[in-house]
């Protein structure tokens, strides 16, 4: 996994824990690596899509093993998320993901405390690349500090991300900002479908801080609209 993967803890809403015991898993134990970190490598997913993993955790010891979630604010399905793996034998933990606001190259870890004195930590990590319908540059349009009452415009480059995936319609949430298709002579943006969009802010803004989103209406069945967050802080006069 690269540098560059974004990396979300359990108490980050994207990751919830179901902890069972003694369950029929298809995946094999596993013991408690040295190091107290249990990887699994999803690849590609498209945003939207369900993704789970079960970690069945062996206890091959004659002591039984406690685990209890590092933090007691973490969105967890199941509560406590806390177990006791018993010796000789083992504990189910299912790791799901809600991945619709996960974007790129991701890691999620979800930490837990144990009984055991040379592993005191388990790290259950999920990491692989959420794809999501279209491609957004900037991710976040931020229009910046501005003076009131001027003409503010920025531009947006929206691309489908792949074959498949269509763009159906680009709207305000609000209906308040201005959209308009910047027509493209590029190739390359022929190719890639690629829309060039002018945003302007209404003028009629007042001081303080303004919130909007632009909606992307794709094709998609699992995140049909896209949503980009619109920002911009108007001074005083």
């Not at 000789?88 to 009984?115: I, N």
């Not at 709207?171 to 190719?191: D, F, V």
């Amino acid at each position: 996994m690269s540098s560059m993967a974004k990396k979300y803890y359990l108490i980050l809403p994207g990751l919830f824990l179901l902890v069972g015991c003694f369950v029929a898993r298809p995946e094999p134990p596993l013991e408690i690596p040295p190091n107290g970190i249990m990887r699994h490598e999803f690849g590609r997913i498209a945003a939207g899509a369900p993704l789970s993993k079960t970690f069945v955790i062996a206890n091959p010891g004659s002591q039984p093993i406690g685990l209890q979630a590092k933090s007691a604010s973490c969105s967890c399905l199941a509560s406590p998320a806390a177990g006791v793996i018993t010796a000789g034998q083992s504990l189910a933990m299912d790791a799901r993901v809600d991945t619709r606001a996960l974007r790129g190259p991701v890691e999620l870890v979800a930490v837990f405390a144990t009984t055991e004195p040379d592993r005191p930590y388990l790290q259950l990590v999920l990491s692989g690349e959420v794809v999501p319908p279209v491609r957004v540059q900037p991710e976040v349009l931020y229009f910046g500090q501005l003076a009131p009452g001027a003409n503010h415009v920025r531009h947006i480059e929206i691309e489908p991300s792949g074959p498949e995936q269509r763009i159906r319609r680009i709207r305000s949430a609000s209906g308040r900002l201005g959209l308009r298709q910047i027509a493209s002579r590029s190739k390359l943006a022929m190719q890639k479908r690629r829309v060039t969009l002018e945003v302007t802010l209404p003028q009629d803004l007042g001081s303080g801080g303004f919130e909007d989103q632009l909606l992307i209406e794709t094709n998609d069945p699992l995140l049909a609209v896209y949503p980009v967050p619109v920002l911009a802080i108007l001074l005083p006069n």
